[in-house]
């Protein structure tokens, strides 16, 4: 039997925090490419909203296809979002 340590809402904490992680460190590379949570959300179709509640980690869903749409943005592997940096 898997044992899984985190609870759901650890799960989408961890990866709003990686979400907000790495658009910064895409900013900091990016100087001249810069992506706000709005952009972002422009760029993936969703509302800002949405990422501004995945990044402070007050959502408790969020689709693959979103996620992946994030990552190839920001050119981050997917699993990236699910490692626990804490």
């Known amino acids: 039997m898997l044992y899984i340590k985190e609870t759901r ?3 989408f904490k961890i990866i709003g925090a990686n979400v907000r992680y ?3 460190l895409y900013n900091i590379n990016h100087p001249d490419k810069r992506i706000s949570q709005v952009k ?3 760029m ?3 509302s800002t909203g949405l990422i501004g509640s995945l990044e402070t980690g007050k959502v408790l ?3 693959i296809p979103v996620l992946y749409n994030i990552s190839q943005i920001l ?3 997917i ?6 940096r804490r």
């Not at 699993?79 to 626990?84: I, L, R, T």
């Open 44 to 46: 993936c179709n969703v």
């Open 40 to 42: 972002l959300a422009q």
């Open 9 to 11: 809402g650890d799960i």
């Open 79 to 84: 699993e990236k979002f699910f490692e626990d």
């Open 75 to 77: 050119g981050v592997s």
């Open 61 to 63: 869903g969020i689709s």
């Open 22 to 24: 790495y658009r910064g």
